[in-house]
Each structure stands twice: as C-alpha cells, then as structure tokens.
C-alpha cells in the first residue's frame, strides 16, 4: 500500500481524536455549568430563606414593640382615668363644704331678719304705749279737774303703786332676758376662741388598703398553685385578698384597720421581692407586723407628746396608737382624738377649769374605737371601762362615758369634752362621705317629715342640717303645725343617726290672690 494510506489513516485519527476531546470537553463544561447552576440556586434559596426568617423575626419584633407600647398608653390612660375619679371626688367634696358654708349664711341672715323683726315690733309697741299714756294723762287731768286734794292723794298713790308693780315686772324680766344674752354671748365667745385658736386642715384623705402590682403575671404569683400561696397568706394575715379584673390592682378586705395595714406592708414587700411561696410569706409577714407594731407604739407616744401628757398606762398608748389607722367619714380618729384634747384644754382654759384634766379627757374620749371584741357596748362605755380599769381619775371616765350622752354628765369637762368633739367633727372639711350616702341621708330625712299627717312636702337644706316642711294650712292650723315641729324632732331623733344637730321648720302659709280686671 501507498504510504500516503497509512498517512490518512493517521490523520482521520487524529481527527477523530480531537471531536472524541471536544466532545468530552463540551459534555465536562456543561457539567460544570449544571453544578454552577444548581450550586447558585441553592445558594440563592439560601439566601431568600435567611431573608425571609430575618424579615419574620424584624416583624415579631416590631408587633411586640408596639403591644408594650399599646400596654402603656392603656397603663397611662388607666392612672390618668383614676387621677379624674380622685380630682372628681376632691370637688364634690368642695362643693358640699361651699354649700355648708352657704347654708350656714343663710343661717345668720335669718337670724338678723328675725332680729330685726322683734325690734320693728318693739318700736310699735313703745308707740303704742306712748299713745295710751297721753290718753291716760288727758283723762287723769279731766278727773283731777273734778276732785279734791284727798282723792287726789289717794289716787296718785294708787297709781304709784301700780307704775311701780308695772316696772318691777319689766325691770325683771329685762333682767332675766339680759343674764340669759349675756350666757349666750359669752358661750358663743368661748367657742369661737377655741375654734380660732386651732387651724386644722380639711382631711380629704381616701384611704384604701390597695396594692399595685407591676404586671398581671404576678396576681397567679400570689395565688399560687392551687391557691396555697394566697390561702397562707390569709391564714398568716387574718385578712382577705380580693383578685378581680381590675388590671395591676389587689384588694385588701379585713375589718381589723391595723390587721389590713399589716397585710398591704407584707403584700408590698412580696410583690417587690418577687419571691412568693409560704415560706417568704411567713417571714414577710412577720417583719411587717413587728415595722407596725411599732409603727403603733409611735403613734401613740407622738400623740401623748403632742398634748403634753404625763402617766399614762402603756395599754392605753398603745391603743391610742391603734387609732392612726382607723377614720370615721374619712377623719382620721387619732388626729380628731387629739384635735378634740386641743379644743376642750381651751374650752376649759376659757371657763376657768384644770385644762390638764380636759385635755386628757379629750384625747382618750375615742378610744374604746380601737379596742377588739373583749369588751360590749358602744364604744364610749367600752372606752371608759378601758381607761377606768388602767386607773384614770373618775373625771375623765365619766367624760368619756358621756361624750355621746348614753350616761349622765356628772362634771363640766364631760359637757366640755362633748363640745370639743361636736366642733372638731362637724367644722367644714373634717369629714367626708360619697355622694350616694349624701343624697341616700337627705332622702331618709324628707321621707321621715313626709310620713305625717298634713304634711304637703318637706326639703332637706343646708346639707341635711335643716329640714323644711310645708303643711296643708286647711288640716292643720297654727297649734298643730307648731306640735307637728315636736313630733318631726322626736322622730328624727329616734330613727336616724346624724352627727352635729338638725333643725326642723315648719311653714303653714294661705295666700288668697285675686286679679281685677
């Protein structure tokens, strides 16, 4: 064969050599684009995912943000909410104060119409006296003109002796009335010294045993599971702790003043520890009841200090100390009760009697207040058996017996005491009461002057301090309206309780109108 075969041979292989090369190359690189490919996409599925979870947690982020945004606002609305309530009750009680002090003007202006009134009738009848006189000298002289010396004499001497029986009477009844002026005036003078001379505050204190919570999660904190936390909590405490839906809020319910107080200490100083568990509760517990013990002990030597009182029975401190957790309309009882030893040392300062025995008097009148159930009766008779078995002097027993008049007084520092206390718990601002028990007390009053025969309608004025009854002038006349005034005291009287006094009037009015045409 030719060489040139065997050289073409040569050549188709190395032809064929390089397509198989190419081929392989190609088929190579489209495997390696392919797992470019896929590799890209994987990472690129990659990416989108850690995208996605990032935009997922940027947005619980942002959702929680804005709930403890959300959960402030309402936290904010919340408190401004219960600021508006509390300002609410501050100017309601204002304007019953302003509308005692009105009451108390129309008051006084009533008196000076009444006073000028009986003066207008004294000037006519001091003209109608002068007018008989002159009648009377005319006539005597026409007589004189008739008569002779002896008739003269005998009648001048009868005339004398009445002129001077005439103005015996009146000088004594001028007398008379001038002495019980003068009693008045000088009563009225003592009491405005005593008023004067103590400037206390209005108590527009709202006490309420209330605990704040930071959160809700901590109300199941203080239940506890199955509510063994708050069961020992109550049995520790001898209270009860009310849970409702209020947000952030627990309750403190006991009828024992200085019990609750020991509990909202203990429940306060949980709440901030944060560690709730019998254990913890116990010994909170009794830290608090020990810091309130002595919180007591405090209150009460403050007090007898206050006063300047010497040798009294450590028992009877340490109740007087009870009281700074107890209030009566909202006034605080261990500050009336001290206020009440200021305004009887004057009174009795005033009147010429010991203030040392008035003061100490005043201050313990209240105290059978804060004493439990081992005694019964009111609290004045319970207080003075109190005092009396810590050997106190029967003066001051028996004012503090007689402060409410359920005994007789048998001394002038009981009826002293008993002024003290009227003037500390009726001046404008001492107590307080809602607004529901204010119109509840003003309709009871209405409807106990309404329940007479005769009556047509009745007003209670002057915040339940005077009550206006207006009666049908055809069944009832002058006399019976006068003796229905006695009945409606009576009654008041009898039936409901009030502080300070309630005067009753009762109007009978007929009116005949015509109109000429």
Not at 421 to 441: C, F, L, Q
Request: charged content about 30%.
């Amino acid at each position: 064969m030719s060489p040139f075969f065997f050289m073409g041979n040569d050549i188709w292989i190395a032809i064929a050599s390089l397509l198989i090369g190419a081929t392989a190359g190609y088929v190579i690189l489209l495997l390696s684009m392919r797992r470019a490919r896929r590799r890209a996409k994987e990472e690129a599925d990659a990416l989108l995912d850690i995208s996605r979870r990032k935009a997922e947690i940027e947005a619980l982020e942002a959702r929680a943000k804005v709930e403890r945004e959300i959960e402030g606002l309402r936290s904010d609305f919340e408190r401004a909410e219960q600021r508006s309530e509390l300002e609410i009750e501050m100017k309601l009680k204002e304007i019953r104060s302003h509308e005692e002090s009105l009451g108390s003007l129309d008051h006084q202006l009533q008196l000076r119409q009444r006073q000028i009134e009986k003066e207008l009738e004294e000037v006519q009848s001091s003209r109608r006296n002068l007018s008989e006189m002159t009648a009377n000298l005319q006539r005597t002289m026409a007589n004189l003109a008739s008569m002779d010396v002896a008739e003269i004499k005998k009648a001048l001497q009868e005339q004398v002796e009445m002129d001077c029986s005439e103005e015996l009477k009146k000088l004594r009844r001028e007398i008379m009335e001038r002495s019980e002026a003068e009693i008045n005036r000088e009563a009225k003078r003592t009491v405005l010294a005593a008023m004067q001379r103590i400037a206390s505050k209005p108590n527009n204190d709202i006490t309420a045993a209330v605990v704040q919570l930071p959160n809700d999660e901590m109300k199941g904190r203080i239940i506890g599971r199955e509510g063994r936390n708050i069961k020992c909590f109550e049995t520790a405490t001898g209270t009860t702790l009310l849970i409702d839906e209020s947000p952030s809020i627990v309750m403190v319910s006991s009828f024992d003043p200085v019990r609750r107080e020991i509990a909202k200490v203990a429940l306060e100083r949980l709440v901030s520890d944060g560690r709730i568990h019998p254990a913890t509760i116990e010994e909170f517990v009794g830290e608090a009841r020990n810091d309130v013990d002595q919180i007591v002990e405090d209150a009460g030597d403050a007090a007898v200090q206050q006063l300047k009182i010497s040798r009294l029975h450590p028992e009877i401190i340490t109740l007087l100390g009870k009281l700074k957790f107890r209030t009566s309309y909202s006034q605080n009882v261990l500050e009336h009760s001290v206020e009440v030893g200021f305004l009887a040392s004057i009174i009795a300062s005033e009147l010429g009697l010991d203030p040392n025995i008035a003061k100490r008097a005043g201050l313990l009148h209240d105290i059978g207040k804060a004493i439990d159930g081992e005694y019964e009766g009111s609290h004045a008779i319970v207080g003075s058996e109190f005092v009396q078995a810590r050997g106190e002097h029967g003066i001051v027993v028996n004012a503090v017996a007689a402060h409410h008049e359920e005994v007789p007084p048998e001394s002038l520092y009981a009826g002293v005491v008993i002024l003290a206390d009227t003037i500390s718990a009726v001046r404008p601002g001492a107590r307080a009461e809602s607004m529901t028990a204010y119109i509840d007390r003003l309709k009871v009053l209405e409807k106990v002057a309404k329940s007479f025969p005769g009556v047509s309608t009745a007003y209670a004025i002057q915040a339940g301090r005077e009550v206006r009854v207006i009666v049908d002038p055809d069944r009832a006349d002058d006399e019976q309206a006068r003796d229905l005034s006695r009945r409606i005291r009576d009654e008041i009287q009898e039936k409901l309780d009030f502080p300070s006094s309630i005067r009753v009037t009762v109007v009978r009015e007929q009116r005949f109108v015509e109109t000429a045409k």
